[in-house]
């Protein structure tokens, strides 16, 4: 990538700016102030901002704690998305969400530059759990449990084997591995006890970091990358 883009991804400078900064010499690539804007810059170069090195990592993981009200969507018209929850050098790296909240759910949300990742996480064949606690309008008992492991006829699909956990009569920790729309709303709607609350705590390997506030986000660690290329099947 060119350094002038590289830099305006990162939201360090604009395009323009780029070039005063080199010129006033205070932008160095791999030790040297000499760079020109349109210079190719390797993988793995060493750029400096006033003798500063810069994270010029181009693919990042984040967990997002996705709060209600807010769309999951890379862009839209007219109502909020979760993107505008990140800095801009997010969207220009080219993050997107990894499957979809509801506007009313809240937790975790994984978003990643990696398309690869993405596209695999979501598939059913790779089994990455979800998990949710959801409050329910009614009394959940032994019955859904087993229907839930059994799986819910949804009228255009029977969903795959899951697990419930009663927390409490009126909440649910359910565990599944699909992902279609509305799904865990759905499935509590056939047992007769509609969803008033839904919360992801779980994608994957990847627990909400409790220390988020909803709205607040973090880049993952080393390990919960690790974790999560090991789940996407892909070595990384
Ligand atoms: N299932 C739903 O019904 N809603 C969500 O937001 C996520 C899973």
């Known amino acids: 990538m060119r350094l002038d883009r590289l830099l305006a991804n990162l939201g360090v400078c604009s395009r323009s700016e780029c070039r005063n900064l080199l010129r006033a010499g205070r932008i160095g690539v791999n030790g040297a102030v000499r760079a020109r804007p349109d210079t190719d810059i390797p993988e793995n170069a060493e750029i400096t901002l006033d003798g500063k090195r810069l994270d010029t990592r181009l693919t990042r993981h984040l967990m997002l704690y996705k709060p209600a009200g807010i769309l999951t969507a890379a862009e839209d018209a007219r109502q909020k998305t979760v993107m505008d929850l990140l800095p801009p ?8 969400p990894v499957g979809r ?3 009313d759910t809240t937790g975790l949300l994984l978003l990643t530059t990696d398309g690869e990742m993405n596209h ?3 598939s ?7 998990v949710y606690l959801a409050h329910v309008d009614g009394a959940l008992d032994e019955n859904d449990v087993k229907a839930v492991a059994v799986g819910i006829d949804l009228g255009d699909f029977v969903s795959l084997p899951a697990k419930l956990e009663i927390v409490s009569p009126d909440t649910g920790r359910l565990t599944l591995r699909e992902g279609k729309f509305h799904q865990v709303k759905r499935m509590f709607a056939a047992l007769g006890k509609p969803v008033t609350q839904l919360h992801r705590c779980a994608f994957g390997p990847l627990r909400l970091d409790e220390a988020l506030l909803p709205g607040a986000f973090r880049e993952l660690t080393g390990e919960e990358t690790a974790a999560l290329y090991r789940a996407a099947d892909m070595e990384k």
């Open 124 to 130: 059913p064949k790779r089994h990455v759990d979800k």
């Open 120 to 122: 695999r996480l979501l």
């Open 101 to 103: 909240l509801d506007k």
């Open 89 to 96: 050098m997010y969207r220009h790296l080219g993050c997107m």
